[in-house]
């Protein structure tokens, strides 16, 4: 189990999705993929990543983590970023490696028909291909959904408590 409020420090993360794998301003050749959790910078690239000024962060011990393209999707492996999103997120595999997508690819109009297993937030259907097992435990399609889903609860939470309050 993952505490909720570790769930809701992803989301400066998922803001800054379409900056990934932007070209890097300073090594042109290089891709902007990696990310501090702790200090909701820019995303930088791996170059910047290893040089004095970026090692603070990892000498700190922050967690620095490398975005995956994986299937045309950004996404971070599991082992990565399950101390803040749990497992319960439908599993990309790259290189052998379990990635969770960053941002759905649901589209409100698709049809989900029985038996499809989709995310409980924005009906995406997972597909599972035959070489791949079944993933039952999954209920997101994407770090952004569990986390819509988590904040969503909180707000109903909040305003809940208010009417107590005041009643
Ligand atoms: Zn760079
Ligand atoms: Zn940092
Ligand atoms: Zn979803």
Redesign the pocket.
């Known amino acids: 189990m993952v505490d909720s409020r570790e769930i809701l420090k992803l989301k400066p993360l998922i803001k800054k999705h379409e900056k990934f794998f932007n070209n890097c301003g300073v090594h042109t050749k290089s891709f902007l993929n990696m990310y501090?959790m702790?200090?909701d910078?820019e995303p930088v690239c791996a170059t910047c990543s290893r040089d004095e000024v970026e090692s603070?962060?990892r000498t700190?011990g922050?967690k620095?983590l490398q975005v995956q393209k994986t299937t045309g999707m950004n996404g971070i492996k599991e082992e990565d970023i399950v101390e803040y999103a749990g497992s319960d997120i439908f599993k990309l595999k790259n290189n052998g490696r379990d990635v969770f997508a960053i941002v759905t690819r649901g589209k409100p109009e698709a049809k989900v028909l029985p038996g499809d297993q989709h995310c409980i937030h924005c009906r995406f259907v997972f597909k599972i291909n035959g070489r791949s097992p079944p993933q039952p435990n999954a209920k997101y399609c994407s770090l952004q959904c569990k986390v819509s889903e988590f904040e969503t609860f909180f707000s109903d939470h909040l305003n809940l408590s208010y009417v107590v309050l005041i009643g």
Do not use: K
Request: hydrophobic share 10%; net charge neutral; proline share 0%.
């Open positions: 501090c702790n200090c910078e603070r962060h700190q922050h620095v």
